[in-house]
């Protein structure tokens, strides 16, 4: 099918808003047992009428559009957010290195893109899956210019001879996520003879999600820095431009140069710093939106006197049914830190032991510390459950043989429950206080030591 217009070419796709992919699928694709890619074939073969092709040219080369056929979900607490990345065209190693961002195999293919929204449910078949919402969509001034930066990151890397060390976690908006059937899908890099896995640009999940809460559920992000600001500073740097001038005051000194009042015992208080140091007053952190485009997650640190860190620092319960049935690659907290931009927020206790503001620090976690330190620590909880969680009770209370902070120095698993009644049902039946996982407090250290 032939589109002259981009008009036209929006007309039909709106065509298919609240069609199931069971009512659109002409040629049974649906039939193939989790076929990768599926619904997106029956979007182009059945509906938009064209031959499935992996061309390095847009969908609709005439009008530069590239077709893409997306899901979202209803989370437990009634909002939505996307499923997964948007995975883009495959990163060619060999041949992206000579190019700059506007003649990019990325540019040329992604332009503007047609998004085709699905609501993912979990106890449908997939089938029965309804596409909800159809957008012609190219990217905001704003963004574009953190995408650029993010593609620069990820091309520097590969002119340096190290695509095999790439991350998720190395940009904000623009991702380069494996695409492969497994470890064993590697290219050859052009300066290095290392192997390196297949990849592909994405726009990250929590991208993805800041689109569906826009586009879908029609709510308002705010940005704190503009397309002007963007261009010639990361992200990173206009974050310490907008806090390093508050360095060595109290949050209530902090408070009285920002007009706004605070209680530091309450919750709140850091938060409502944050936002008003920003220039978005009385703003939630989620809807900032470079926030929750970057998931960058803020985290407040308490340094003694020493300098070192009061105490670990607490992430996300554990659900461990699902350590057990997951893999590696689609682990839980694997995605988690390699999805997750932390702001760690500092202060630190005076000899008056009044709280001083000591600096900010934007981090993730390192790609070989996750897939090493983390991996590890995953597999060994893994073996706990397997041979069975023992409970032993104590003066303290109940422990368990989960694996402790001295295991590798990096994170470990304690509880954190509203109280000790506060339980979850162990695979094996048993009932057991939630647990989270906890960074150690000498792992913080480690990472915030330049403050």
Same mark, same amino acid.
């Given at each position: ?133 159809? $957008?012609?969509?190219? !990217?905001?001034? &704003?963004? @574009? ?6 593609? *620069? %990151?990820?091309?520097?890397? #590969? ?52 689109? $569906?809460?826009?586009? !879908?559920?029609? &709510?308002? @992000? ?6 002007? *600001? %963007?261009?010639?500073?990361? #992200? ?216």
């Amino acid at each position: 099918m032939y589109f002259e217009n981009e008009e036209d070419l929006i007309k039909k796709a709106r065509e298919a808003c609240g069609k199931t992919f069971k009512e659109i699928d002409q040629y049974n694709r649906l039939s193939k047992k989790g076929a990768t890619g599926a619904l997106g074939q029956i979007i182009e073969e059945s509906f938009f009428g064209y031959e499935l092709n992996s061309k390095s040219e847009a969908d609709f080369a005439n009008l530069g559009i590239e077709l893409k056929v997306t899901p979202f979900k209803q989370n437990k607490n009634k909002t939505l957010s996307a499923k997964e990345r948007l995975v883009l065209n495959i990163i060619n190693y060999m041949e992206e290195v000579h190019n700059d961002f506007w003649t990019s195999s990325f540019w040329k293919k992604n332009e503007k893109l047609l998004l085709m929204f699905y609501e993912w449910k979990s106890d449908i078949d997939r089938g029965d899956f309804r596409i909800i919402e159809t $957008v012609l969509f190219t !990217i905001p001034e &704003e963004d @574009l210019e953190i995408i650029k930066k993010d593609w *620069e %990151l990820i091309v520097n890397k #590969i002119r340096a001879g190290e695509a095999h060390t790439l991350s998720e976690g190395d940009t904000l908006y623009l991702g380069a996520c494996t695409k492969g059937a497994n470890k064993n899908s590697v290219r050859p890099q052009p300066y290095s003879s290392e192997m390196a896995m297949q990849r592909a640009y994405s726009l990250k999940q929590s991208y993805m999600s800041a689109l $569906v809460r826009q586009i !879908i559920s029609n &709510e308002k @992000l705010v940005q704190f820095a503009n397309a002007a *600001e %963007l261009k010639n500073k990361t #992200i990173e740097q206009l974050l310490h431009e907008r806090f390093d001038s508050f360095i060595g005051m109290t949050m209530e000194e902090m408070a009285g140069h920002l007009n706004i009042k605070i209680n530091p015992k309450n919750r709140s208080a850091v938060p409502n710093l944050i936002s008003a140091l920003l220039g978005v007053k009385g703003t939630k952190l989620d809807k900032i939106a470079e926030f929750a485009k970057a998931n960058i997650q803020f985290k407040t640190v308490r340094l003694q006197q020493s300098g070192k860190p009061k105490e670990s620092m607490s992430f996300v319960n554990i659900d461990f049914n699902e350590v057990l049935q997951e893999t590696w690659e689609e682990s839980f907290i694997r995605n988690y830190f390699l999805e997750t931009q932390i702001l760690f927020v500092v202060f630190q206790y005076d000899d008056q032991d009044a709280l001083r503001f000591k600096g900010i620090k934007l981090w993730h976690m390192p790609l070989n510390i996750i897939d090493k330190e983390v991996f590890n620590y995953w597999n060994e909880i893994r073996l706990v459950l397997e041979n069975g969680v023992i409970l032993t009770k104590t003066n303290k209370g109940i422990q368990n043989n989960f694996p402790k902070s001295n295991f590798n120095g990096i994170l470990h698993v304690r509880p954190k429950g509203a109280d000790g009644n506060d339980k979850v049902q162990l695979p094996d039946g048993q009932w057991i206080t939630k647990q989270c996982y906890w960074l150690n407090a000498s792992y913080i250290g480690k990472i915030i030591e330049e403050l």
